[in-house]
């Protein structure tokens, strides 16, 4: 007996699963000390055949950093449009005590990721 049509469409989608997409941080924990530069390094995995439109790295409430005035000039994007999504955080002040994650858009409706957990980054 064949199996029922909505079982062969779940089996269809289950190609592109999770463990096409994520997000890998080098460090899920940085102390940093006020003043000093932090970088946040990561890797990003997508399924093949998908464009990446956007990154960013962000906070909650989820706002694109690089266009926050309070990170815009200390927030530099080191990464790419393909794996690598470290970032480095200039001037750290003890305002800076958050967890980061970082987030991407593909082509596709669907094809978002935001990596949680992310970085948690306390300063001393």
């Given at each position: 007996m064949a199996p029922?049509?909505?079982l062969i469409f779940l089996l269809m989608i289950h190609r592109v699963s999770s463990a096409d997409w994520g997000v890998n941080y080098t460090h899920s924990h940085?102390?940093?000390l006020k003043d000093s530069?932090?970088?946040m390094s990561c890797t990003y995995t997508y399924p093949t055949g998908y464009q990446i439109m956007d990154v960013f790295w962000t906070k909650h409430p989820v706002k694109d950093l690089s266009e926050?005035?309070?990170y815009s000039q200390r927030?530099?994007?080191l990464g790419d449009t393909q794996q690598n999504c470290t970032v480095r955080l200039s001037h750290v002040t003890q305002?800076?005590?958050h967890e980061y994650y970082f987030r991407f858009i593909t082509n596709v409706t669907e094809g978002k990721w935001f990596g949680r957990p992310g970085v948690r980054l306390t300063v001393t």
């Amino acid at each position: 007996m064949a199996p029922p049509l909505p079982l062969i469409f779940l089996l269809m989608i289950h190609r592109v699963s999770s463990a096409d997409w994520g997000v890998n941080y080098t460090h899920s924990h940085i102390c940093a000390l006020k003043d000093s530069s932090v970088i946040m390094s990561c890797t990003y995995t997508y399924p093949t055949g998908y464009q990446i439109m956007d990154v960013f790295w962000t906070k909650h409430p989820v706002k694109d950093l690089s266009e926050d005035p309070e990170y815009s000039q200390r927030f530099q994007y080191l990464g790419d449009t393909q794996q690598n999504c470290t970032v480095r955080l200039s001037h750290v002040t003890q305002k800076d005590e958050h967890e980061y994650y970082f987030r991407f858009i593909t082509n596709v409706t669907e094809g978002k990721w935001f990596g949680r957990p992310g970085v948690r980054l306390t300063v001393t």
